[in-house]
């Protein structure tokens, strides 16, 4: 009876992703804090983070529902990938596809835009006693190589709406990443105006004495020396401003990428990630489309197409691809329901993300939703089960604990399920 | 905020208003056509379907009359000669589609644009058609037999910042020798369909909002363009300069243009908080009547062409893309949200308290 | 799990009934000599050798930082260091008790313990009625039991009274404002019991819900405007029930739960008179205050929380006021006061709790007792290297908070004694010249989540590059005018480059380092780029 149970359960339904959810299972089954191995075979070292900022649409993108009613005006398109179809916006994504992992089927819970980005980029609600680290913080402290005067994570939004700082929590700020808010050049990296080189260095110098002999015989002498010796990072941070300057880039460079600030924004982090910065995130506003949705989609998806696109080309013409993941998230996805203004509103019940590069299985389509995009119905997952994911891909042990206090803290819930289908 | 160079004119609320009529439908409606001649009206958008009504009926009902897949942007009824009683629609495909309205057989299908058709319209004495599509081109057809008259292209691609672009709308002039078609980024331009040329070109660009510094979106655009009865004017519908992109919140806006000169006649602003998606001329020229929708709720404005301030501001549930009047009378008919809306245009001259009934519901 | 909880009975018991003979004061001695004599106890067991008191400066500068959130004037130093009377340090710590800068700071600190750096929304942010309330308390210094219990008890509303905006942060939330109670009046940490049954401490997931239950029926009413203001009241409902539906891991759609009635942690359950038999729910209505419930269990949380009957309250209260004196908790951290969280000190923790309670939660007269200890004095050099000594035998190193930075700059470059001179209306803004914005986003969040100093590459930078030059004022009356246009010798300027920015005098070879800078360029510009050295140096950076 058993067996026969069984196979009935496999009839009809993709091998790969049946033996994905029983591995999950294994996993939840775990100890929650016994050190689970699920981490990818071979981890990426550094982490492009693409925050669409306000919800983009899943049906626009990368889960279309043509001819449903809830569908919208956009046809789906084949990819290169047999048997998977994207939206008609992503045109040149599509001849890409098999360098990307689209996960169909998450489901989170939280349709608020405070509460879901706090949800979704620290793969935990917000608590008023604990403040989560966000995700790209704990990825860069872990990819972190503690060498060079380069910062560990690089965060460029310049928009309002996608100007959300990345919270180190608990980490505090040496943890804290380089906000490229202003301008694409961090702040305060460049000398004043009124000291010239000399003046600088000497003035520097003399702070120093001081600091030594201040040191010599305190107490608390590890934390001032570590104080003191953070000064030291601060001329090769200043002696990377030309890193900032994308106009340094080739022309052809520059082209490919558009001059939208998004692609400018792309160009920066691939110079980033070149030069070895371990996490960069881009974020790009304005996908709140509660009202116009297809036009906002036509124009937002227009763009990310060719920047995203040149993007995965450069990464992989330069060997970047294969040390890198890159994710691309959002808070939430788009309402099924179109609504009066012709648009969407807020919907964390069934969406998607993707990723690309190193870390996940390439070409890869994971989860489901149903026919008119409402719910899941496979491969379900929730932002901790989400932030697991990310965490192993790059090779980092999910249930591994910070301690806060008496209380160790694991990077992802200890409820959190790995979907191990996902990972390379 | 840039007050000073946007007229605001302080109106009162809008009034609640109840049509005479509301349709149902599922999904949004973009397309209306009447056909004076018959008294029928028909409607289309969303879902594929097209749908008939007959409007002098007691009880008028949406009947399904043809089915596609794609969108529906705009419809037409061609009137004399031997095409009289067809019916042509724009499709989200690309394809501009000849039916038989009486059976609803397909008689001729053209792929007319890359891209989505964003407006259809009869040129003159119903002749000829114009559409625009995506391909950022105007097109004019002739409607017995489809065959392509002429292509304009001028229309840029992409937006003054790099996004991509759309022409939203074509009107033809009622000699039949012009079309204008109108864009995102409040360009206007009149092609001459007799030398194939361009004739004019303006910019309306209270009708574009970019805000590089804080947003880099490229919103807005003209939503519909119409010529007056004489032909010298242009009327544009849209929405004003954008304050917040996610709601697409921003006065609802008309403009009047006299286009052989391209200078601006006259600039309607309203405070209240949507897009006008069409906009119609009174048979006199010295009414606009336009509609739309969003943030502030379904609107309906009346205006005097050189007006300041609407005559009548009118509320109603839903958000409204496109208008048709049955001609000769004074039924106004609005497509959009989840179906059609009539209203009887005598009720407004009426005193206000006679007017002021119960909102749809 | 229930023998924990019979051993955590015991020992609170002990703890505050029974003590230690050994700790108590005798009659002539007053709280400052036990807790050096339990300290000094301490390191004879422990062979611990303190660091030597600290001189006066050393005493100068922390007393002040600590006592009134910024350091001391070159003059107020001059004097200090001059006086030679023995009992100066004890009439200085009177003066500075009832300085004004001492609510303001003492404020400071409570609003960043009670609305963190980044409060939740709701308002939050403008707070100023709450924060000049709170600086009333401290200004009259009105007992601890009783300015808690009215934050916790939150009559009126947040623009005219204050208090309520502690629970408006915590706006349909009463599962986080259980946490924040606990943790800042009891200085116990429940929140894991929040998901599950705790597994080292005694706390079950039913006691969390059963203190939840008596914030559960909050919520936050808006009573009115002030200009563009909202007045929020707090208002509780005379019913509803929170539902305990098990351990968040075996969470289900659609599990409907038990209702979990009032129980005070490890405590008692609270008897609720019944609902009259006609009752129906209240609904507030916006711009009325809302009316009082029949029976509150708010109010008899107030009452069980800062009440004799509860174990926690006074050694939470006695243990935090210690830790911000002497850098470390005789608990610690302080806000986990577990069973399985020992104290050092035992014995004195129990001393402290009793005769703080037994002063009737006078602070001022708590924190004088603190200061003026032998303990508190100590130096800050030599010792083990420890940020935060275990046994108290050196004093304790901890970065200025943003409030403090800002204001002392403005105090020692002389920008503060220039901005008087110059008789225009100075800015309001507490970290002016600075934006405030930047300091806090630079300064405001000195630690990590466990304690640890953060000061990092970004802080460098804004030191280095940023705008702090603005503060390094040339004006007339400044540090920098005096040392340019002053006639008095070289050795007599670096003097006073040291007592003003260092509170103390120059060492020898700290007068030749600077000499020879000065000498090697324009003056100008050498003073000012000693005066950066000096305040963005490490010595600067830190209370020691």
Known sequence: MAVIGRRTFL????????????RCSRVAAAAPNAPSSVVASSSPRQVLFIWLAGGASQFEMWDPKPGRSTGGPFRAIDTNLPGVRIGELMPKVSQRMDRLTVVRSLSTGISEHGQAADLLSTGRPKEPTVAYPELGVTLAKELSTGRGSLPDYVSIFRTSEGRRRADPGFLGAADMPVH????????????????????????????????????????GRTTAEQYAAAQGRVAGMMDSVPLFDVDREPEREQARYGRSPFGRHCLL????????????????????????????????????????????????????????????????????????????????????????????????????TDAD???????????????????????????????????????????????????? | MAEATVMKPKTPEPKPTEPRWNLPASGTLYALAVDGATGCAYVGGSAGTIYACDLNAATPTLRPRMHDDAYVAALEVLRDGPQSGRLVAARYDGSLVWYDRHDGKRLR??????????????????????????????????????????????????????????????????????????????????????????????????????????????????????????????????????????????????????????????????????????????????????????????????????????????????????????????????????????WDERAWSMPASANATKMAS | MKRYETILRVCATTAIFVGSFNAEATAAEGLRDVIDREVEAAWQREKITPSPPADDAEFLRRVYLDLAGAVPDYDETVA???????????????????????????????????????????????????????????????????????????????????????????????????????????????????????PYEPWKQVDFYGMAAFVSRLDVVTVGKAGQMNKYAIGERPSGDILFTGPAKDQQPGMKGEPIGPKFLLGDAVKEPPLP???????????????????????????????????????????????????????????NMSPSNKPTHPELLDVLARELAGHDYDLKWYIRELVNSRTYQRSSRGGSGAELPQWFESARTRPLSAEELAESWRTVTGYAA???????????????????????RFFGKPYNGVGDFQGGLHEHLYLNNGPLGTVISSAKGSLQDALLTGSESSDAKVDRLYLSLLNRPATESEREKIAAYVAGGKPDERWREAIWAIITSSEFRFNH
């Not at chain 1, 000497?202 to 120093?208: I, K, P, S, T, Y």
């Not at chain 2, 864009?183 to 309306?204: L, M, N, P, Q, Y």
């Not at chain 3, 609003?111 to 709701?122: K, N, Q």
């Not at chain 3, 509860?310 to 850098?327: C, E, I, K, T």
Request: contains cysteine; proline residues 5%.
């Open chain 1, 11 to 22: 009839a009809g339904v993709p091998l790969g992703t049946t033996a994905a959810l029983l």
């Open chain 1, 180 to 219: 490229l808010e202003r301008s694409s050049r961090p702040e305060n990296i460049e000398r004043p105006s009124d000291l010239d080189a000399a003046q600088f260095s000497a003035r520097a110098a003399l702070r120093e004495r001081f600091d030594r002999s201040f040191l010599a015989d305190r107490t």
């Open chain 1, 269 to 368: 982090a691939r110079r980033l990630l070149e030069a070895g910065v371990p996490v960069v995130k881009v974020a790009r506003g304005f996908w709140d489309s509660h009202h116009d949705n297809f036009e906002s989609h036509r124009e937002l998806v227009t763009d990310y197409d060719r920047v995203f696109s040149a993007l995965l080309d450069d990464l992989q013409e330069r060997g970047l691809l294969e040390r890198t993941l890159v994710m691309v998230l959002s808070e939430f996805g788009r309402t099924p329901k179109i609504n009066k203004d012709v648009g969407r509103d807020h919907y964390a019940a069934a969406w998607s993300c993707a990723f690309a590069g190193a870390g996940m299985r390439r070409g890869m389509v994971y989860g489901k």
């Open chain 1, 373 to 424: 995009g409402a719910e899941v119905v496979e491969g379900k997952m929730n932002a901790g089960d989400l932030a697991a994911t990310i965490f192993s891909s790059v090779g980092i042990d999910p249930q591994k604990h910070y301690q806060y206090g008496v209380r160790p803290i694991p990077l992802a819930p200890e409820t959190a399920n790995v979907a191990t289908a996902l990972l390379s």
């Open chain 2, 109 to 342: 299908i053209t792929t007319a644009h890359d891209g989505w058709i964003r407006d259809l319209c009869v040129v003159g004495d119903g002749r000829r058609l114009a559409t625009v599509g995506h391909d950022m081109r105007v097109k004019v057809w002739e409607a017995a037999d489809g065959k392509l008259v002429r292509s304009f292209v001028g229309h840029a691609l992409e937006t003054p910042q790099g996004y991509v672009s759309a022409i939203y709308a074509v009107a033809g002039s009622p000699d039949g020798r012009y079309v204008a078609s109108a864009d995102r980024v409040g360009e206007v331009r009149v092609w001459d369909i007799t030398s194939g040329k361009e004739a004019a070109r303006f910019r309306a660009a209270e009708f574009y909002t970019f805000d590089g510094e804080k947003r880099d979106r490229s919103i807005g655009g003209i939503r519909r363009l119409r010529f007056s009865p004489d032909g010298k004017r242009l009327a544009l519908a849209g929405i004003g300069q954008i304050t917040n992109v996610d709601g697409f919140v921003g006065p609802s806006r008309l403009e009047v243009w006299d286009w052989q000169t391209g200078k601006r006649a006259a600039s309607l602003q309203d405070s209240h908080q949507a897009v006008l998606n069409d906009v119609l001329w009174s048979s006199d020229g010295r009414k606009l009547t336009a509609a739309g929708g969003g943030d502030g709720g379904g609107v309906l404005l009346v205006w005097d062409a050189a007006g300041k301030q609407p005559e009548q501001k009118l509320k109603f549930k839903g958000h409204a893309q496109r208008l048709a009047r049955l001609d000769g009378g004074s039924l106004l008919l609005a497509a959009g949200f989840e179906g059609v809306q009539a």
């Open chain 3, 80 to 198: 200090f260091l001059a006086d030679k009377d023995p009992a100066k340090r004890a009439k200085l710590i009177d003066r500075l008790l009832d300085d004004p800068r001492y609510a303001q700071h003492q404020a400071d600190v409570w609003d960043l313990l009670l609305f963190t750096r980044s409060p939740p929304g709701y308002d939050t942010d403008k707070r100023e009625h709450f924060q000049t309330w709170l600086r009333k308390q401290f200004a009259e210094n009105v007992p601890y039991d009783q300015w808690a219990g009215a934050i916790l008890r939150a009559d009126g509303n947040t623009v005219d009274d204050g208090p309520p905006m502690f629970y408006v942060q915590y706006k349909s939330k009463p599962e986080d404002a259980t946490e924040a109670i606990t943790q800042i009046f009891l200085g116990v940490q429940l929140q894991c019991a929040r998901c599950h049954d705790h």
């Open chain 3, 277 to 335: 038999k006609d009752f129906k729910e209240v609904k507030f209505t916006p711009n009325q205050p809302p009316p009082a419930p029949p029976f509150s269990r708010k109010n008899e949380l107030v009452t069980w929380v800062t009440g004799d009957s509860n174990p926690y309250f006074a050694r939470a209260a006695a243990n935090r006021v210690w830790a911000q004196y002497l850098g470390r908790g005789i608990v610690h951290p302080i806000d």
């Open chain 3, 418 to 440: 220039a901005e008087k001179l110059s008789g225009k209306k100075p800015e309001t803004s507490r970290f002016r010249p600075l934006e405030g914005g930047y300091v806090l």
